[in-house]
Every structure is written in C-alpha cells, then in structure tokens.
C-alpha cells in the first residue's frame, strides 16, 4: 500500500459520539485526500491537503473536518457520528494534484 | 449526469480470454486517466496511468486513450481467475479542480 498506513481498521461507534481516523504516509507526498466507499455511490472526496495546514473540501465534506500539522499525517474527524457515515474510508497520497494517487488499506467505520 | 461512466457489468469471461473494459468522460480537458483494482474488501490498487493518445501496454495490460472520443478502455489479455475483481475507472478532471473522479466500477469475473 505504497507507504501509507490508517487507524483504525475497523472502528465501531455510537450515534453522536466524535471519532477521528489517522492516515499516515512515509512517501513525503504533499498531496492526501480522505474518500468513503459506500455501494451505489463509489468512491467519493470528503477532504483533500496539498500541504501541511492546506486543506480544502471534496465532494462531501459535510459532518467532517481535518487537519494536517506533519507532512506524514492528515486526521479526519467525525465531529458527531451519524448512521449516515457508516462507510469505509480510505486515505490516499500522490506526489502533484494532477498525478496518481495510491491507496491506503481502509478503515471501516460503523455508527450505531 | 456522471462525469466518468463505465460499461456496466459483470463482465464474465473464460480464463485466457481478453476482457475489454471501456471508460468514457465528460471533461473535455482532462488530460490523467488511471485505472484501479479493486478486490472485494481490499483497497483501490493502481493498475495502470495513461496521460497521451494511444496504446500503453504493461504485461498482460494494455490502457488505450481517445482524447477526442473522450474514452478509455483497458485491456486485459490472457485472463485469470487472479484477475477477478472490480475495476475503477479514474479521471483528474481540469473543471473540477484537478479533483480524481471515479466511475463506478466494472466487476470482471474470470471463469476457470
């Protein structure tokens, strides 16, 4: 998974509780996006950082925030979990905006 | 309307066979193009990249771009059951501030 590493894996939680997932490169790539996967919608942007405290929204940013204070590291956080947001999540890192972007293993994530 | 459509699937095909999978695009400018594997509960895997007209062949894949037909199509000759999986068509779409838009997928089967 090219360098890249998230936790947790897997994650259960509760309606209304905060959560935060960790993605951490050792590439050195300035660009990191988060996406979910749900069925019937594919893979969507929720945020992206084209450097450390640079970041901008995706698709569906919505019930989410992150933050990037290393160059190896971008947190997403669920300020409160809604049942809505049960998904996996996958991180992912490239080199320039305009190139390709190499996965991370996922976090499945469960709001009950 | 979705921005990058894929030729619905499954696609089934007998082991040793060609599967073809085809791609088209609405960005006029986009100019990367990418396609991912994706195993059943795994991560996008980069398979292949293509940025100019042609062919782009790599082992058993071969990615072909049309920038004036605006579709993509990936080859994949001398199937496997190894190859079984759904495939992403992915594109960096200029308009869309150079964000990686993700087709919904094509799951390809291969029969032994």
């Known amino acids: 998974d090219a360098g890249i590493t998230q936790s947790p894996r897997h994650k259960v939680t509760e309606t209304g509780t905060p959560v935060t997932l960790r993605c951490h490169q050792t590439?050195?790539?300035?660009?990191m996006y988060w996406y979910r996967q749900d069925p019937g919608h594919g893979l969507r942007l929720i945020h992206y950082s084209y450097g450390v405290k640079d970041t901008d929204k995706g698709e569906v940013s919505d019930g989410y925030s992150v933050s990037r204070s290393k160059t190896e590291d971008f947190l997403l956080t669920l300020e409160s979990a809604t049942s809505s947001q049960t998904s996996v999540y996958f991180c992912?890192?490239?080199?320039?905006?305009?190139?390709?972007?190499?996965f991370g293993p996922g976090t499945r994530l469960t709001v009950t | 309307q979705k921005e990058v459509e894929q030729n619905s699937g499954p696609l089934s095909v007998p082991e040793g066979a060609i599967a073809s999978l085809n791609c088209t695009y609405s960005d006029r400018g986009s100019q990367s193009f990418f396609w991912y594997r994706q195993y059943s509960g795994k991560s996008p895997e980069l398979i292949m990249s293509i940025y100019s007209n042609g062919d782009k062949e790599d082992g058993r894949f071969t990615a072909q771009l049309n920038k004036a037909s605006q579709y993509v199509s990936l080859l994949i000759r001398d199937s496997q059951p190894s190859d079984s999986a759904t495939y992403l068509c992915?594109?960096?779409?200029?308009?869309?501030?150079?964000?990686?838009?993700f087709g919904a997928g094509t799951t390809v089967t291969v029969r032994a």
């Open positions: 992912a890192i490239s080199e320039s905006i305009a190139y390709e972007q190499y």
């Open positions: 590439e050195n790539h300035r660009y």
């Open positions: 992915a594109v960096i779409e200029t308009i869309n501030d150079y964000k990686l838009s």
